[in-house]
């Protein structure tokens, strides 16, 4: 290993460790909180996943006060971590549950009440748990999940707060004076989804819709942080707008503290600290801090591998095709363009065409397939009409970088043991620390059973996307006096600008007071986001392992078995798969 690769290798590993040591502690409030991973039985049979937090004070002979607290959509339990913490340092005993579907929970996703009226039975059922006391906080898709628990148990719980979430919607009941019990409504002032949420294109203007005020008992618009109803009666409302986004809401001290101001008025637990004395962000720190350890120890796994067990992936190096100045910039454009163009239409079809069945059960990674699918076709049209008409030089696949089929099944047992390898790393910082290396909605978890096996359907795609991403990148965009480094920069940004221009183009408008641009779009303006940093990701492995091999091969198994691992992982899974 070079200097530089045992460099980065200690950075990365003190990163990872210090970064889980940090997120631990800060969740745990310093020893003062239990967290536990748990699973329990649903009324029907199904596994239910959930981080349980427990202060030290609650004990059988000193029951505690509780929240059920639910992420939304194709999020897992950990997604909620800002609130369960700070609610935890309060003295209040805190389920995070993964919905039904998602994180470690038995699929189908939205069945069972999304698993709400199960994880509000569990969470009464603690010895340690003041009946009398619990609340309800959800998430967007999460705060129907508490609407359901709601439903089902009337009387099992005091007071609510939806966070980007609202009555009515997806077969919950429509909110009256009566229903919820003492809710808070925090909705962001740029929230992507208040017109499936409150009927308003606007978030700003849900103050004035009949759904809104139906809630509120009022004819008039709603005033932001005012008291309607009686705490007492069970009838109080109240309505904040922090300046965030929809996803937003997990990183804004404003809404997590007003989900803390509810609560300590309405539970009234032992510790009740000023809304803004918070410490979640720096458990938000740690997990990024870990993350960014994760990848970076990624290239000097693939270094030592290379020099050790799998030296026979190297093989002789391609030469470099150079193209004009004005060819590069039109063929960067193309490759950067084409995704973008392709990202909305193709995500919104492809779940339409192949709904989930026994093979293909999670939606949103069909979505994501068949766009890469479509994507990949189009390019693959384009690189033979360059390689016809423009390269004609080119004979061989060799010359693109693509060797034989001992060469791939070399690479693909190489990248099976780097992926291997991280995965047993996250593995690890789960086992000990009981936190995903992550930031915001991007993170990295172990599998289940159920998600691994939809990790092998869909991996054989999304390898073929990797390795024609890889010849056409490498085959068209090279240079030939550029170093590593510099082709490492390149193409991750080739990768990435376009899906920056698409985020910007879309939210624009969204701050300037209107809708996105695309306003039908906001799950997957969303889902977007999360490509910044993985194209990034995609790129540097891509590059550095093609020119520290010479073969397309080993790069792009990195990089699909490792974007497969993340995407199955992370999803909501909509039907139980056949290998269950």
């Known amino acids: 290993m070079t200097k530089t690769m045992s460099r980065?290798?200690?950075?990365?590993?003190?990163?990872?460790?210090?970064?889980?040591?940090?997120?631990?502690l800060i969740q745990t409030d310093n020893g003062q909180v239990q967290v536990s991973d748990i699973r329990f039985v649903g009324s029907a049979g199904q596994t239910m996943s959930a981080l349980l937090y427990r202060p030290q004070n609650a004990t059988v002979d000193n029951p505690q006060p509780a929240v059920l607290a639910v992420h939304g959509y194709i999020n897992s339990r950990e997604t909620q971590s800002g609130f369960a913490i700070e609610l935890a340092r309060r003295g209040i005993v805190v389920l995070a549950l993964d919905?039904?579907?998602?994180?470690?929970?038995?699929?189908?996703?939205?069945?069972?009440?999304?698993?709400?009226?199960?994880?509000?039975?569990?969470?009464?059922?603690?010895?340690?748990?003041?009946?009398?006391?619990?609340?309800?906080?959800?998430h967007s898709m999460g705060g129907w999940t508490v609407l359901m628990a709601a439903a089902a148990n009337p009387d099992g719980y005091e007071s609510m707060v939806l966070e980007g979430s609202s009555t009515g919607t997806f077969g919950t009941n429509e909110g009256t004076p009566t229903f919820p019990r003492n809710l808070k409504l925090v909705f962001s002032r740029y929230d992507e989804f208040s017109a499936l949420m409150w009927e308003s294109p606007i978030a700003d203007n849900i103050i004035e819709t009949e759904k809104l005020k139906t809630l509120f008992g009022s004819d008039s618009p709603i005033e932001i942080g005012t008291r309607y109803g009686s705490t007492t009666a069970g009838t109080?409302?109240?309505?904040?707008?922090?300046?965030?986004?929809?996803?937003?809401?997990?990183?804004?001290?404003?809404?997590?503290?007003?989900?803390?101001?509810?609560?300590?008025?309405?539970?009234?637990?032992?510790?009740?600290?000023?809304?803004?004395?918070?410490?979640?962000?720096?458990?938000?720190?740690?997990?990024l801090i870990a993350l960014i350890g994760v990848l970076m120890i990624i290239l000097p796994i693939?270094?030592?591998?290379?020099?050790?067990?799998?030296?026979?992936?190297?093989?002789?190096?391609?030469?470099?095709?150079?193209v004009t100045r004005?060819?590069?910039?039109?063929?960067?454009?193309?490759?950067?363009?084409?995704?973008?163009?392709?990202?909305?239409?193709?995500?919104?079809?492809?779940p339409l065409l192949l709904p989930p069945n026994l093979f293909w059960s999670q939606s949103i990674t069909t979505g994501i397939v068949g766009w890469m699918m479509v994507t990949?076709?189009?390019?693959?049209?384009?690189?033979?009409?360059?390689?016809?008409?423009?390269?004609?030089?080119?004979?061989?696949?060799?010359?693109?970088?693509?060797?034989?089929?001992?060469?791939?099944?070399?690479?693909?047992?190489?990248?099976?043991?780097?992926?291997?390898?991280?995965?047993?790393?996250?593995?690890?910082?789960?086992?000990?620390?009981?936190?995903?290396?992550?930031?915001?909605?991007?993170?990295?978890?172990?599998?289940?059973?159920?998600?691994?096996?939809?990790?092998?359907?869909?991996?054989?795609?999304?390898?073929?996307?990797?390795?024609?991403?890889?010849?056409?990148?490498?085959?068209?965009?090279?240079?030939?006096?550029?170093?590593?480094?510099?082709?490492?920069?390149?193409n991750s940004t080739v990768l990435t600008i376009g899906f920056v221009v698409l985020l910007v183009a879309q939210y624009v408008p969204l701050f300037a007071g209107g809708t996105l641009l695309i306003a039908s779009q906001p799950l997957l303006t969303i889902v977007a986001l999360q490509f910044i940093p993985l194209m990034i990701l995609i790129g540097m492995v891509s590059t550095w392992c093609f020119y520290r091999t010479g073969s397309v091969y080993p790069g792009a198994f990195v990089n699909g078995i490792f974007i497969c691992w993340y995407i199955t992982a992370g999803q909501a899974t909509q039907s139980v798969p056949f290998f269950n």
């Open 302 to 322: 693939c270094d030592v591998l290379l020099k050790s067990t799998f030296a026979s992936v190297v093989v002789a190096a391609p030469p470099i095709y150079d």
């Open 99 to 138: 919905q039904t579907g998602h994180g470690y929970s038995d699929a189908p996703a939205f069945a069972h009440g999304f698993g709400g009226p199960d994880g509000l039975a569990y969470l009464r059922s603690l010895a340690f748990v003041d009946k009398q006391r619990v609340g309800l906080e959800g």
């Open 8 to 24: 980065t290798t200690f950075i990365a590993l003190t990163m990872i460790i210090l970064g889980s040591w940090l997120a631990s």
């Open 376 to 490: 990949g076709a189009i390019s693959l049209v384009l690189f033979l009409i360059w390689l016809k008409f423009f390269q004609s030089n080119i004979r061989f696949a060799s010359q693109c970088g693509l060797g034989d089929f001992d060469e791939l099944i070399r690479s693909l047992f190489f990248a099976s043991s780097v992926v291997l390898t991280l995965y047993l790393l996250v593995s690890a910082i789960d086992f000990f620390f009981t936190i995903d290396p992550r930031f915001w909605v991007v993170a990295l978890k172990p599998m289940s059973k159920m998600q691994f096996f939809q990790f092998l359907a869909y991996l054989p795609f999304i390898l073929g996307f990797f390795v024609l991403l890889g010849a056409t990148l490498h085959s068209q965009l090279g240079k030939r006096e550029a170093s590593t480094a510099s082709m490492m920069m390149i």
């Open 326 to 350: 004005s060819s590069w910039f039109i063929i960067a454009f193309i490759t950067a363009a084409i995704p973008i163009l392709t990202f909305f239409p193709v995500q919104t079809i492809a």
């Open 236 to 287: 109080a409302r109240e309505l904040s707008m922090p300046p965030v986004t929809h996803p937003g809401d997990h990183l804004s001290t404003e809404a997590i503290g007003d989900a803390v101001d509810w609560f300590n008025e309405t539970l009234t637990p032992d510790a009740s600290y000023s809304k803004t004395n918070q410490t979640w962000y720096w458990k938000e720190l740690g997990t």
